[in-house]
């Protein structure tokens, strides 16, 4: 917008003027100009896309991310994920896998687009492609644990619980402030028969939420990510506990 606003003023300053008559640097400004209000706006309607999605407003971020696809072509696959992410949020499932594909055709190795054809193959039930899909995108980004959760969450549609929690346990060493891995884990320890180790990481999850609620409000976060220290200094001491 900037770039934009200040292209204006100066075709306004040589309004009347032939192009010939300009110095080269008067050119040159005006070239450069030209070129950043260009990406400026082809990179807001990737941006307004995304955050149309972002909103849950996933139709209208389709057709928002669809205008982008002939100008953002500096980025191909992460317009293409975001396209499949769009379908994934609509249940357009077989869509989404094409927009994922396109994305590997360009990158081969695409973590996201991994667990992209992975959530698609999980929406068509397709637990063995979905538990294929996931397992390759740990395999191109072990420390993502993103990519641990969604693996345990179609071993555990597939009744491998015991698997499962091992996969969510690696999640939570990449990350402990992760409320939906340490919510699902609960789950699985009372399915399992531990409902004491369930309900501790039921507590570890409401501490996790808590974090980023205050994250989200502009409390700054501590510099340990320790959830497990968070629930210690809630719950009261017992007598005789030394602090």
Known sequence: A?????????????????????????QRRVRHLQQRSRINQISLTFFRGSLLYAEGRFEEALDELLQARQ???HNLPGLYAKLGDCC???????????????VLDLAPVHPTARLGLARAALG???????LQEAIA???????NPAAHYFCARVLRRMGRLSEAIQSLKIALEFNSVFPEAQRLLSVLYRKTGQPEVARQHLEFARAASARISAYHSGAPLPEDTDVPLDVDWQRPARIGEVW
């Open 88 to 102: 994934i949020g609509l249940r357009r499932y077989d869509e989404a896998s094409q927009w994922y594909q396109q």
């Open 124 to 130: 068509r039930r397709d637990h063995e492609r979905a």
């Open 71 to 73: 100008t953002h072509t």
């Open 2 to 26: 900037l770039a934009k606003d200040e292209l204006t003023k100066v075709l306004e300053e040589f309004q009347g003027r032939p192009w010939s008559d300009l110095s080269k640097e008067q």
């Open 137 to 143: 995108g740990v395999s191109q980004a072990y420390n």
